[in-house]
């Protein structure tokens, strides 16, 4: 997903279609246009993306990488590459470390650490990084750098040691009465009492103190207070000895790099016309924004990198190729989405259903098409002979140890088709046989006296089949069984002769006694993949009760 602005399409029917397009990329791209509307635009259009490395980072946070990119990339369109962009991955890594995710080794030993700044607290995975943020900095990197994302990644422990903040800081300092007066009214009246924009980092214990202010001095630029002991201490704002609170950190980062356009969750959705007044106090132009929803778990629950619920990002690579995660960003970013393993497989298949669309759509519905987005105008031709559900199922009815053993049914089924030939259709099959391993549970029934009795007479119509018989007649031949057979009729649809047609809950039956799986892809497919003379095999065991007994 890198943006190459040289290699842009430029064609006058995509730029035609792209001032039309209506997919969110377009429309959040058009903001920034428009925010510089009869204006020039500046040397360099920032987008920012925001990390907390308080744990390793999950998907999450590589959605807001990879829907930033596919911003910018419709932006670099619509201004037909005339402007130059940048995007900034900033790390919030001096925040203090307010509790010990529940994910790491040997959790005792960073108790004497609470508080402190991340780059601070001891690195705990045996990693050769120095410090906790340093270690989690570095796994979001190279994370992006699989993907190849061309960004800047930032450091705030950097910015504010180096001295990048320092006049954003001064700046504050200065402002410090109109920052209250915007963040008092937000709070409660105990945390009111005690509030103060500034955090100091404390020069013997290296905690981030929240304390409140006896003196902000912006001529000096200083500020006093009294430690946790009581004891009165004047510090330096600038140099890495203050940070600020998160809420004014926000405005005071995008004043300070005049950031143009970033992206953030629901949560942070409250407190967003806070940030911007913040920015504004500080002389800057608060950014375009777009909100998303969170990802959730399979309970429901919000993803965190302190709990390490949901999917991390190698988990989800494990299973599937990068561009299905990418159109799982894609796809209803303001939707709330479960991100657990179940949602891989479709995603897969999806990814290649879009991408077999792309070649037969015009501009208009390319610019539509997430593959467009994914891959920064450049989608890649590959066909895929086998849906990956499809390969799901073969893995679970031959029970591979290698790829070969599945390479032998997609032969048989697609001539010509080998790993040399489709090499990403190979790498699917390693997807497959990994996530059956690991996923696959197999919970085989024994079929009552109805189902035996479909079942042989399944397979006596597969047997009046040629071998190489494609899906379509395998699964009419299916349904020609169920009709005749009154549980499996339903009586809301027509079957082509009149009478009715047939219910669900015949294939239903054939996965859970055959396969051990609830449901399956269509059936004709699968069998035609598989091979008639297997299917039978397999029916004949499910007959003989030896698929139970497994």
Not at 58 to 68: L, N
Not at 208 to 229: Q, R, S
Not at 460 to 466: I, V
Not at 521 to 526: C, L
């Amino acid at each position: 997903m890198t943006i190459d602005a040289s290699t842009l399409n430029l064609a006058p029917e995509l730029l035609d279609a792209a001032e039309k397009g209506k997919a969110w990329p377009f429309e959040e791209a058009r903001k920034i246009v428009k925010r510089y509307e009869g204006r020039d635009f500046p040397d360099v259009v920032l987008f920012e993306t925001g990390y907390g490395p308080s744990g390793l980072p999950h998907i999450g946070t590589f959605g807001e990488v990879a829907r930033t990119t596919m911003v910018r990339h419709a932006f670099h369109i619509l201004t037909e590459g005339k402007v130059k962009t940048r995007l900034l991955c900033f790390s919030d890594d001096m925040d203090g470390m307010r509790k010990i995710p529940d994910n790491v080794p040997d959790p005792e030993a960073l108790k004497p650490h609470l508080h402190k700044p991340l780059t601070a607290v001891p690195n705990p995975f045996g990693s050769e990084h120095k410090s906790f943020g340093d270690h989690n900095n570095a796994m979001l990197r190279r994370f992006l750098d699989t993907f190849g994302f061309e960004y800047d990644f930032a450091s705030a422990t950097d910015y504010y040691k180096s001295g990048k903040f320092d006049d954003a800081l001064l700046n504050a300092a200065e402002k410090y009465d109109a920052i209250m007066a915007a963040m008092l009214p937000t709070l409660g009246e105990e945390r009111q009492a005690t509030y103060s924009p500034f955090l100091p980092i404390h020069p013997e214990t290296g905690r981030v103190l929240y304390v409140p202010m006896k003196n902000v001095d912006a001529k000096a630029g200083t500020i006093t207070f009294d430690d946790e002991d009581g004891k009165e201490i004047t510090l330096p704002i600038t140099g890495g000895n203050v940070k600020m609170q998160w809420k004014p950190d926000f405005g005071m980062r995008w004043a300070a790099l005049g950031v143009d356009f970033e992206m953030f969750g629901k949560d942070h959705g409250p407190n967003a016309a806070l940030y911007d007044r913040i920015c504004v106090i500080l002389g800057g132009k608060a950014p375009e924004h777009f909100i998303y929803e969170l990802f959730l778990d399979d309970k429901g629950q919000k993803i965190s990198k302190s709990k390490g619920n949901g999917l991390t990002i190698d988990e989800w690579l494990t299973y599937a190729p990068t561009e299905s995660l990418a159109l799982y960003m894609f796809q209803k970013p303001r939707t709330a989405k479960k991100l657990y393993f179940d949602v891989i497989p479709r995603a897969v298949d999806e990814y290649y259903a879009h991408l077999a669309a792309y070649q037969r759509q015009d501009w208009s519905q390319r610019l539509n098409n997430p593959v467009w987005h994914i891959h920064s105008g450049n989608p890649p031709e590959k066909d895929l002979p086998v849906p990956f559900s499809l390969l799901l199922n073969l893995a679970t009815a031959s029970n591979p140890e290698n790829p070969d053993v599945m390479w032998g049914f997609i032969s048989n089924y697609a001539p010509g088709v080998t790993p040399q030939t489709h090499p990403h259709l190979d790498q699917l099959v390693g997807y497959a046989i990994q996530y059956f391993r690991d996923f696959v549970k197999k919970d085989y029934r024994a079929p009552d006296d109805v189902e035996r009795d479909a079942l042989e007479k399944l397979s006596e119509a597969l047997g009046s089949l040629p071998a190489d018989a494609d899906g379509e007649a395998i699964q009419n031949a299916a349904l020609d069984v169920a009709r005749d057979i009154e549980r499996y009729q339903d009586h809301k649809k027509k079957s082509p002769t009149g009478g009715p047609g047939v219910s669900v809950a015949f294939f239903q039956m054939i996965y859970q006694v055959l396969l051990g799986q609830e449901r399956g892809p269509r059936f004709g497919s699968f069998v035609a993949l598989y091979g008639i003379g297997k299917t039978r095999e397999l029916i004949a065991s499910a007959l003989q009760g030896e698929l139970v007994a497994e």
